[in-house]
């Protein structure tokens, strides 16, 4: 229901298909963020943590259940919109409430999520109204050539940054309207499979904080990013690269480097 103490935006209430609110409903993003947080679990799992399938089990239960009232009044405490929502999953999920979003960083749900609902949003447009928006477009299109060529020499005056510069045509900047138009069209249309998925990164971008935590992250080996080496430099000069035998795993960083962590964290700084 509409409240009018609080601002909405016409491209939802004015333009969108009530399908395509739903779709960027609240309630639909809190379960995409429980499915990206049980499917992080399932591997975690799979890959060695010990997490129990009753802490799994109550989380396929509850995918669908979040109370937004209580998330928003967790989130008036904590002032973190993610941690709202994991501290009300735990809530539902008890036994998974040590595991919920282990090891992740806030964007795993949320960008994730944003890019899970863009995409659903094409395959609305293509299942629902591509046919029908792709003919209006095709008309559109010839209407605006027809004007383009019926103005191609009524002049007017070209701007750029915003200042008056030069002579151009009417029918010329019609024109550049129907290139716009034919690349967006272009776009949609082919946003859905080129779409990518943001992927499953740590608190620092990085997978350390998962592998860290994995009894299997030993047999783990990430390929080696391309690095040139001097050759003027001695083989023992030379710096190892990120993946391989000589460089420090997780494990080893965290040990070797603990102290230095906790001191600049204890001066401000935060790891995620």
């Known amino acids: 229901m509409s409240d009018p103490e609080r601002y909405e935006s016409p491209l939802g209430t004015r333009y969108a298909s009530p399908a395509m609110q739903r779709l960027w409903s609240a309630k639909h993003r809190a379960g995409l963020w429980r499915r990206l947080w049980l499917a992080l679990a399932e591997e975690q799992r799979r890959l060695g943590v010990d997490i129990p399938e009753q802490a799994l089990e109550e989380m396929r239960t509850n995918l669908d259940t979040a109370d937004l009232d209580q998330v928003r009044r967790y989130e008036?405490?904590?002032r973190h919109d993610v941690m709202a929502h994991i501290h009300h999953f735990g809530d539902q999920a008890p036994t998974a409430r040590p595991f919920i979003h282990l090891g992740a960083t806030s964007a795993y749900a949320t960008d994730n999520a944003d890019l899970i609902v863009m995409r659903e949003g094409m395959h609305l447009l293509m299942r629902e109204g591509m046919h029908l928006l792709l003919g209006r477009l095709r008309a559109l299109l010839r209407v605006l050539g027809d004007f383009a060529a019926t103005q191609r020499d009524l002049p007017t005056v070209a701007f750029t940054h915003f200042q008056p510069a030069q002579l151009t045509t009417v029918g010329k900047r019609a024109?550049?309207?129907?290139?716009?138009?034919?690349?967006?069209?272009?776009?949609?249309?082919?946003?859905v499979e080129a779409l990518p998925f943001r992927g499953c990164k740590g608190t620092t971008g990085t997978q350390a904080s998962y592998l860290a935590r994995s009894s299997r992250h030993s047999q783990l080996r990430l390929p080696a990013p391309h690095r040139r080496q001097r050759p003027d430099l001695h083989p023992q000069d030379r710096q190892p690269n990120p993946g391989s035998a000589e460089w420090p795993g997780p494990v080893e960083l965290q040990a070797r480097d603990g102290p230095q962590i906790?001191?600049?964290?204890?001066?401000?700084?935060r790891a995620d």
């Not at 024109?175 to 946003?191: P, R």
């Not at 906790?262 to 700084?269: K, M």
């Open 175 to 191: 024109t550049l309207w129907l290139q716009d138009l034919a690349i967006d069209a272009e776009a949609l249309h082919d946003g």
């Open 76 to 78: 008036h405490r904590l």
């Open 262 to 269: 906790a001191a600049a964290r204890g001066r401000g700084a």
